[in-house]
């Protein structure tokens, strides 16, 4: 298929594109290079905003586009907190441009990137998609609003969606040439890294008196390649006036502090750690059950275990610390 995909210069972009490819599908990047970079795009790209409706309609038309995976967004839980209109002004007003967009051009099927975070803080682990949405942080509330807004879209207008729910997302493309390059960076894998590469002195924990175990929040950590492959399988599940949601994670839960140990022994680096306030918009706990993406996509993660996730992420940091700089 001709697929458009906002935000394929970024992180998750950028594996998702190489997974396409593999698949043999024609994939077209389309992004402001605002977060994003060049050189993590190995096919075609559009440099433009998705709040430029013009630039998505010449897009669409110009690549004969039949499907649109949409990436393209802010996605920091605690900036989104001191500043929740950039979050729904991208976010939302992005997404809204961008249906606009297809409806005028005839494209009518949409893969959209979702999260965790529209979960809040879960009464019940591990997460399953008809749970309560309750988000506690605006950029969990601006997924929110869109997968409404797909929902009517799909009611209204025959739209057909898949939006995948990411849980925490890190590691790299075995291969070692693309990978994960924030500025700044605030993901818990990578900040850890940069301590063993010498960037910082100790990593912050964002508080160490949550009611868990060991007092650190709890995530579910996905190995980057396998949420990408997730993106493939959603191509052929979109049917017309549907949304169908999946999570995506694997199931069992990490602490902060569990996650520093294993950077520690994936790096050989002692890794100081010290204790920081609480992160505004933080939930404690977040674990998938992503039993209905198993089910239905036939999804199956090639990296589930977080000591892998963490040798890859780290063969990326080693040989690029100053990432795609
Ligand atoms: N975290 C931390 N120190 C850091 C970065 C993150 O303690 O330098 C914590 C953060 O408060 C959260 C967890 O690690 O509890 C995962 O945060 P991240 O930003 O990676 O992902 P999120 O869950 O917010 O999407």
């Known amino acids: 298929m001709n697929v458009l995909l906002t935000g394929g210069a970024g992180y ?19 992004d402001s290079l605002v977060k994003g970079h060049r050189q993590a795009v190995a096919g075609e790209l559009v440099v433009a ?37 950039k979050y729904f002004q991208n976010n939302v007003l992005g997404a809204w441009t961008l249906l606009e967009a297809m409806r005028d051009c005839g494209v009518s099927k ?30 969990g509330a601006s997924k929110v609003c869109v997968e409404y807004m797909l929902r009517a879209y799909a009611e209204a ?12 997302v890190a590691g790299a493309d075995p291969a070692g040439d693309i990978g994960e390059a924030h500025e700044p960076e605030t993901h818990l894998v990578p900040r850890v890294l940069q301590v063993a590469l010498g960037a910082a002195a100790a ?17 579910d950590y996905i190995h980057v390649t396998d949420l990408a492959a997730a993106h493939v399988l959603a191509l052929g599940a979109i049917r017309a006036s549907q949304v169908r949601v999946y999570n995506l994670g694997n199931g069992e839960g990490f602490s902060v502090k569990q996650v520093i140990q294993t950077c520690r022994q994936a790096t050989g680096h002692p890794i100081p750690a010290k204790v920081a306030p609480r992160r505004a ?9 992503s039993a209905k993406a198993a089910a239905e996509l036939s999804w199956r993660p090639k990296f589930p275990d977080l000591a892998t996730i963490v040798e890859h992420a780290w063969a990326w940091h080693r040989n690029h610390p100053r990432g795609y700089a």
């Open 12 to 30: 998750i972009g950028s594996h998702v594109a190489r997974v396409l490819a593999a698949a043999g599908h024609r994939c077209v990047a389309y």
């Open 49 to 85: 905003d998705v709040a430029d409706g013009q630039a998505l309609r010449q897009a669409l038309r110009r690549h004969a586009i039949e499907v649109v995976i949409h990436l393209a967004a802010f996605i920091e839980a605690g900036e989104s907190v001191a500043q929740p209109g």
């Open 110 to 139: 949409i893969v959209f990137s979702s999260t965790a975070a529209v979960y809040g803080q879960p009464s019940r682990l591990p997460i399953e998609e008809a749970d309560a949405l309750a988000p506690v942080n605006p950029y």
């Open 157 to 168: 207008h025959g739209i057909g969606c898949v939006s995948l729910r990411y849980f925490n």
């Open 203 to 219: 990593v912050e924990i964002f508080g160490d008196d949550y009611d868990t175990p060991d007092g650190t929040c709890i995530r």
């Open 281 to 289: 918009g933080d939930p404690l706990r977040l674990v998938a059950s």
